[in-house]
């Protein structure tokens, strides 16, 4: 069973930054490891992976978020600048083999951007 385990989540004023964390297994050390987001009755959006040392990001969140991963710690980032109300949502880890498959979900961290 393979389980991922994310952090950071938290109230954040709009403006502000924060960095959520997700600690993957060594198994799947080679996976693509991404972030998604969801908010209540709304289908889960992509938001950033990364895979092989190249990364990829939602046009919605381009320039104001970050992933990046450090392998020696198995973990991956997600860094957000400049929030928004609109970026208030549960921010689920994700690792896969490859794009079509569904890959394996943390539980999620929330993330409200509110003053």
């Known amino acids: 069973q393979v389980q991922l385990v994310e952090s950071g989540g938290t109230l954040v004023q709009p403006g502000g930054s924060l960095t959520l964390s997700c600690a993957f297994p060594?198994?799947?050390?080679?996976?693509?490891l991404g972030w998604y987001r969801q908010t209540s009755g709304n289908q889960r959006e992509f938001v950033a992976s990364i895979n092989r040392g190249t990364t990829t990001t939602a046009d919605s969140v381009k320039g104001r978020f970050t992933v990046s991963k450090d392998s020696a710690q198995n973990s991956i980032y997600l860094q957000m600048n400049n929030l928004l109300p609109e970026d208030t949502a549960t921010y689920y880890c994700?690792?896969?083999?490859?794009?079509?498959?569904?890959?394996?979900w943390g539980q999620g961290t929330q993330v409200v951007v509110s003053s």
């Open positions: 994700n690792a896969r083999r490859t794009p079509r498959t569904p890959g394996y």
């Open positions: 060594e198994s799947v050390s080679w996976y693509i």
